[in-house]
């Protein structure tokens, strides 16, 4: 096995595409779609599935490398099936990411449950999270989500760490980050992506793992604490 390319933007430089950083902003769901490319590269055991919407998940990047097309499994409209597929999967000894909408993974919530009683080695990875997707209206919006995985995350394994990682990551740096990590781990991790471009707020070289909180600027007066989208609202706040 190769070793996945560390940071996103060796990622976005080896496919021509650095471009894409020259507003220092960039959607997660985007920087999301450049990490499965890179693990699947580095390892043949990592396979892709999505729910017909890879387009806006960016799990098309994996679909479009000449390398990597064979092992996305389109499973269309039927997000119970391709949890239940990557679960298949990972029981059979593969490495899935699956990926959808976060809103549309709801319709699947029985086949994580199963799979986290069976403490499978599975990444999930729900897009167009909380209400800045905006337009696109509330069928859209992955609210409850929080909730649900949440709690599998109050559960403990035998070795003390989560049941189940719940990652929400800020910008594009830690999005492609969390997501090489969650192949590492040997467990089921969650990762909410977000639909609109944000600012980036992290550098290249920066490291993170599933448990990692960072404090963007110390002060004396006020904790603000925020995840994923709201932490640029936070920083807003501050200003």
Known sequence: MREPLADLRSALEEFGELGKLEDDELA????????PRALGRADPRIVALDGDVRNWT??????????????????????????????????????????SFGKFIARAYDQPG????????????GSHVDVSLAA????QMA???VAFFHAWSTVRRDDGTPLIYMLCPADAFVTHQLTLKMAQHGGTSYMR??????????????????????????????LLAAAGYMVHEAQRARD
């Open 136 to 139: 696109d209206g509330p069928s």
């Open 28 to 35: 997660t769901r985007n920087a999301y779609g450049y990490a």
């Open 58 to 99: 960016y799990s098309e990047l994996f679909k479009n490398d000449p390398e990597l097309g064979e092992r996305l499994l389109e499973r269309r409209i039927a997000e119970q099936t391709m949890i239940g597929c990557a679960a298949g999967l990972a029981a059979a000894g593969e490495r899935p990411i699956a990926s």
């Open 193 to 222: 992506t977000l639909r609109p471009n944000v600012p980036l707020i992290y550098a290249p070289e920066d490291r993170f793992d599933a448990r990692a909180h960072r404090a963007l600027q110390e002060g004396n007066n006020l």
């Open 143 to 145: 609210l409850s989500d």
């Open 114 to 125: 199963m799979a986290l009683v069976g403490r499978l080695d599975l990444r999930i990875v």
